[in-house]
């Protein structure tokens, strides 16, 4: 007996009809996005481990635990992205693409060296638009509103955590009151929290121990530190998701894990999900991060919806979007002879629009109707002794109960008939 082999720890399997509403939400966020004008991009899988460590930041937890970071053949450092936003930057900085507002929409599997539970995989999925170029807090709408229209083209109620970070102007100000305040704490914060302060001190008010929610209840909050500029951003953004009907929900303690964002800031929430892994989508500004990296000055936005998450709400909610596969015709070689033909009808068949296939096993023609019927092929092309001599197939509408024969060049155009009839049982 040999070893079987199992995918790698934290991997999934989407297997049928899984996949298929995957695709369809794939379909579905990037079919909303092109709707928006956000053109199709895709970078590699892989990139330079200092563009992460650069662009996500040093003091995240996923540059400092949960990248995927190996030496190549050539002895250079790659890291698996952990996500698009940076890699996209990066080419667009390299094939001068930016200048003027830049609008792309990718799809990709990310990576993060995680702990696996449902909802928490090591390779994921992520949908992601970027705009870039511009400051217009119209753009942080805009932005915004696109993901809601996702989630409600797909169905999924979410709740949207909406917050402003602040910039480089008035968050080193708040930051130093904040670890104040922390510090101010003593021991009575539990060791990691500590850890964390020390590290980036915003990050503590995210964290989920209700015992450091409780100690942290009269914190400084970023909302109430803003300067004047981020202050008029932030409500520019409030006014116009108002007029476009977009809900939030006030988060002042949202942080986000990843250190490029600036000013807007948010993140969708499903309730289908347990609190660890809520998080269907996120996203926010980050005027900053071009620079970073290398590029000229270049203010973005954008999100990224994590379609694994998404796939796990809809199931949870018992939904799937987009049925398995239903043949529609089946086609019959009753004889060696026949099959040539048979494969040349699938083919027509296929052409004209009908999902068509043949049974690929040896049975008596009652045993091949049995099967045919199991199926659920509204149509059945048989292919005899008699029909081959007479250069015709016989053509049989299960729904109806009628048979007829055909020749074989008018086959494809009948079955399409049928099929487009629709149900002849069913009420007019
Ligand atoms: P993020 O919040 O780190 O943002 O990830 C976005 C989404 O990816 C999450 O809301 C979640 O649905 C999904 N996700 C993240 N990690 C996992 C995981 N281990 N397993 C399953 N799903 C996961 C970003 O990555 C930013 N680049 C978003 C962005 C784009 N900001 C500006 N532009």
């Given at each position: 007996?040999?070893?079987?082999?199992?995918?790698?720890k934290g991997?999934f399997?989407?297997?049928p009809?899984t996949?298929?509403?995957r695709a369809?939400?794939?379909?579905?966020?990037?079919?909303?996005?092109?709707?928006?004008?956000?053109?199709?991009?895709?970078?590699p899988v892989?990139?330079?481990?200092?563009?992460?460590a650069?662009?996500?930041?040093?003091?995240t937890?996923?540059?400092?635990?949960e990248?995927?970071?190996?030496?190549?053949?050539?002895?250079?450092?790659?890291?698996?992205?952990?996500?698009?936003?940076?890699?996209?930057?990066?080419?667009?900085?390299e094939?001068?693409?930016?200048?003027?507002?830049?609008?792309?929409?990718?799809?990709?599997?990310?990576?993060r060296?995680?702990?696996p539970?449902?909802?928490?995989?090591?390779?994921?999925?992520?949908?992601?638009?970027?705009?870039?170029g511009?400051p217009?807090?119209?753009?942080?709408?805009?932005?915004?509103?696109?993901?809601?229209?996702i989630?409600r083209?797909?169905?999924?109620?979410?709740?949207l955590?909406?917050?402003?970070?602040?910039?480089?102007e008035?968050?080193?100000?708040?930051?130093?009151r904040?670890?104040?305040?922390?510090r101010?704490?003593?021991?009575?914060l539990?060791?990691?929290?500590?850890?964390?302060?020390?590290?980036?001190?915003?990050?503590?008010?995210?964290?989920?121990d209700p015992?450091?929610?409780?100690?942290?209840?009269g914190?400084?909050?970023?909302?109430?530190?803003?300067?004047?500029?981020?202050?008029?951003?932030?409500?520019?953004?409030r006014?116009?998701?108002?007029?476009?009907?977009?809900?939030?929900v006030?988060?002042?303690?949202?942080?986000r894990?990843?250190?490029?964002?600036?000013?807007?800031?948010f993140?969708?929430q499903?309730?289908?999900?347990?609190?660890a892994?809520?998080?269907?989508?996120?996203?926010g500004?980050?005027?900053g991060?071009?620079?970073?990296?290398?590029?000229p000055?270049?203010?973005?936005?954008?999100?990224?919806?994590g379609?694994d998450?998404?796939?796990?709400a809809?199931?949870?909610?018992?939904r799937?979007?987009?049925?398995p596969?239903?043949?529609?015709?089946?086609?019959?070689p009753?004889?060696?002879?026949?099959?040539?033909?048979a494969?040349?009808l699938?083919r027509?068949?296929?052409r004209?629009?009908?999902?068509?296939d043949?049974p690929?096993?040896?049975?008596?023609?009652?045993g091949h109707?049995?099967?045919?019927?199991?199926?659920?092929?509204?149509v059945?092309?048989?292919?005899g002794?008699?029909?081959?001599a007479?250069?015709?197939?016989?053509?049989?509408?299960?729904?109806?109960?009628e048979?007829?024969?055909?020749?074989l060049?008018a086959?494809?155009?009948?079955?399409?008939?049928?099929?487009?009839?629709?149900d002849?049982?069913?009420?007019?």
């Amino acid at each position: 007996m040999t070893d079987r082999f199992e995918g790698p720890k934290g991997t999934f399997d989407y297997l049928p009809p899984t996949a298929g509403t995957r695709a369809v939400v794939e379909r579905t966020v990037l079919g909303q996005a092109r709707l928006a004008g956000y053109q199709l991009t895709e970078t590699p899988v892989f990139e330079d481990t200092g563009l992460f460590a650069r662009g996500v930041g040093q003091s995240t937890d996923v540059v400092q635990k949960e990248m995927y970071t190996f030496a190549d053949k050539g002895g250079r450092s790659v890291t698996l992205r952990p996500e698009l936003t940076a890699g996209v930057v990066r080419a667009l900085i390299e094939h001068g693409r930016l200048g003027g507002l830049v609008k792309v929409a990718f799809s990709g599997p990310c990576f993060r060296y995680e702990r696996p539970q449902a909802g928490r995989q090591r390779q994921f999925h992520q949908v992601d638009i970027e705009a870039i170029g511009s400051p217009d807090p119209a753009v942080d709408a805009d932005v915004v509103l696109v993901g809601h229209e996702i989630f409600r083209a797909l169905g999924i109620d979410v709740t949207l955590l909406l917050t402003s970070l602040g910039d480089p102007e008035c968050r080193p100000a708040y930051r130093e009151r904040l670890l104040e305040f922390l510090r101010g704490l003593g021991d009575e914060l539990p060791a990691e929290a500590r850890a964390r302060a020390e590290q980036n001190p915003l990050r503590v008010l995210d964290m989920k121990d209700p015992r450091v929610r409780e100690l942290t209840a009269g914190a400084p909050l970023m909302r109430d530190w803003l300067c004047a500029a981020c202050k008029v951003h932030d409500d520019t953004v409030r006014s116009l998701l108002i007029e476009a009907g977009v809900p939030w929900v006030e988060a002042p303690r949202l942080v986000r894990g990843l250190d490029y964002y600036t000013r807007t800031t948010f993140e969708w929430q499903a309730e289908a999900l347990d609190a660890a892994q809520d998080a269907l989508g996120g996203g926010g500004r980050y005027d900053g991060l071009s620079e970073l990296v290398g590029g000229p000055p270049a203010p973005g936005i954008g999100w990224a919806l994590g379609l694994d998450r998404i796939v796990l709400a809809l199931e949870r909610a018992g939904r799937l979007p987009e049925p398995p596969v239903q043949l529609q015709a089946m086609v019959l070689p009753l004889t060696p002879a026949a099959r040539g033909t048979a494969l040349v009808l699938v083919r027509d068949l296929r052409r004209a629009g009908v999902a068509a296939d043949q049974p690929y096993a040896e049975r008596s023609l009652r045993g091949h109707m049995k099967a045919a019927a199991r199926t659920g092929a509204r149509v059945v092309v048989l292919l005899g002794d008699d029909e081959l001599a007479a250069g015709q197939a016989s053509v049989r509408d299960m729904a109806a109960r009628e048979q007829g024969r055909v020749p074989l060049e008018a086959v494809a155009a009948r079955v399409a008939g049928i099929v487009a009839g629709g149900d002849p049982g069913a009420a007019p």
